[in-house]
C-alpha cells in the first residue's frame, strides 16, 4: 500500500508541477482576435483603374488647373511694385560714406537720401517693406534666442529671463537683467525711412507712413504685453532692467508719443520678432493709406528716400533694400502659384492626350473584336 501511494505521487509529479508554471502546459494562441477589424473583413472599397475614368480625371484637372493659374499669374502681375537697394556697398552711392564708416558703436547716426522715379502711380494703399539678404534669422540658435513669457508682460520672467536668451541675458556692465532678452531682439532693425513726393514745381512734400496696423492682430494682443501692475508709467515698470546691447535707447522709448505703441507692445518690434524662413526676407515698415480726396496713393514722379543709416550689414554681407507694393485678394505680388498651377495643369492635359492615343492605338479588347472568327 505504502509503496503504491509513492508511485502515484511519483507520477503525479511532473504534472502537478507543470500546472504550477504553465498552467495547462499548452502553447499560447498567437493568433488574432476573430473579429472584423483584426481579421481584415471590414468594407471596403478599392478603385478600378480604367482608361474611361483615368483619362476624364487627367483631362477634367488640366482644364480647372490651368484658368486657375492663368488668374493667379494675371493677379499678381497686376500688383506694383518697386524696389531700390540702399546699402551703400557700390563706390558712389548715396549711402557708401554710412555703410563704410557707420558701426553698431557708432554714436552719431548717419543720414542719406536716395533720389528715384516712379514710371505709374500706384492708386490704392502702398505698404512699404525693408527687405535684408544674407541674414540667417532661420539658425536653431537664434530662434530660440527669447523669452517668451517675458514677451507675454510675465514679471518674474521680466527680472529673470530664460537661460535661452543667453549671452543676451544680463548686461555685462551692470548684471541686471535685459528686457527684451535675447538674439532676435537684439539684432532689431533700427533704419529709419522717410519718404518725400518732389511736386512739379520743384516743392517736396513728406509723404505720411502709417506705423499702426503693420502686427498681426494676434501679436499685438495677446503674444505681446508690457508689464502690468500700481505704476503706469513705463519707465517705472522696467526700472531695474538693461536694454539690449545694441540698442540706442531702452524698450519704453521705442514710442514715446504713443502709449498704445510703446514697450513690448511697440509694432515695428513686434514684427522684427517674427522671425523669417528664408535668408532673403522683407518685413512690413509703414502703410501709406490712400486720401479719398485723390486719385492716386503715389502718383507718378520724382521721390526722396531718406535713410537714417542705423543698421549696418557690411559685417555679414548682407544688403538693405525699400520695397513699395500694392496687394491684391491672394496678398503680395508672387508669381510661382500661379506658375505652378498652370504647370501642373498643363501636364495633366498633356498626360491625358498622350494616354489617350496610347489607349486608343493600343487597347487589345477593341482590336480583338475587329478580327473575323
Request: net charge positive; aromatic share 12%; with cysteine.
Amino acid at each position: 500500500m505504502m509503496a503504491s501511494s509513492y508511485n502515484a505521487k511519483e507520477e503525479d509529479g511532473p504534472h502537478s508541477g507543470s500546472s504550477t508554471h504553465g498552467g495547462t502546459g499548452a502553447a499560447k494562441n498567437k493568433k488574432p482576435d476573430n473579429t472584423a477589424f483584426k481579421q481584415q473583413r471590414l468594407p471596403a472599397w478599392q478603385p478600378i483603374l480604367t482608361a474611361g475614368t483615368v483619362l476624364p480625371a487627367f483631362f477634367v484637372i488640366g482644364l480647372i488647373f490651368i484658368p486657375i493659374g492663368i488668374g493667379l499669374y494675371v493677379t499678381s502681375n497686376n500688383i506694383k511694385e518697386f524696389e531700390i537697394d540702399y546699402t551703400g556697398l557700390e563706390l558712389g552711392s548715396p549711402c557708401h560714406d554710412c555703410s563704410k564708416n557707420f558701426t553698431w558703436n557708432s554714436t552719431t547716426p548717419c543720414v542719406c537720401a536716395l533720389n528715384f522715379t516712379l514710371e505709374q502711380p500706384f492708386e490704392s494703399n502702398v505698404y512699404m517693406y525693408y527687405g535684408l539678404s544674407n541674414f540667417y534669422q532661420n539658425h536653431r540658435r537664434y530662434v530660440k534666442s527669447r523669452d517668451d513669457r517675458q514677451l507675454n508682460g510675465d514679471p518674474t520672467s521680466l527680472m529673470k529671463p530664460s537661460k535661452e536668451c543667453e549671452p543676451y541675458r544680463t548686461s555685462a556692465e551692470t548684471k541686471e537683467p535685459i528686457a527684451p532678452c535675447g538674439a532676435i531682439a537684439n539684432s532689431l532693425f533700427n533704419d529709419t525711412l522717410e519718404l518725400y513726393y518732389i511736386e512739379p514745381n520743384g516743392t517736396t512734400t513728406e509723404i505720411h507712413l502709417a506705423k499702426k496696423g503693420i502686427a498681426w492682430w494676434t501679436d499685438k494682443h495677446v503674444k505681446f504685453r508690457n508689464p502690468v501692475n500700481d505704476k503706469e508709467n513705463l519707465t517705472e515698470l522696467f526700472k531695474g532692467t538693461a536694454k539690449p546691447v545694441n540698442w540706442r535707447k531702452p524698450v519704453y522709448e521705442l514710442d514715446p508719443s504713443d502709449p498704445e505703441n510703446n514697450g513690448f507692445i511697440n509694432e515695428d518690434f513686434i514684427v522684427w520678432m517674427r522671425t523669417a524662413a528664408l535668408p532673403t526676407f522683407r518685413k512690413l515698415y509703414r502703410i501709406i493709406h490712400k486720401k479719398p480726396s485723390t486719385t492716386s496713393t503715389l502718383p507718378s514722379g520724382r521721390y526722396i528716400l531718406k535713410v537714417t543709416y542705423n543698421y549696418p550689414v557690411h559685417s555679414f554681407s548682407g544688403r538693405k533694400r525699400m520695397i513699395l507694393s500694392t496687394i491684391s485678394w491672394m496678398g503680395g505680388k508672387n508669381p510661382f502659384l500661379g506658375i505652378a498651377y498652370i504647370t501642373v495643369g498643363s501636364i495633366c492635359f498633356f498626360l491625358g492626350v498622350v494616354l489617350f492615343i496610347i489607349h486608343h492605338k493600343y487597347d487589345t479588347r477593341s482590336n480583338s473584336a475587329d478580327i473575323p472568327n
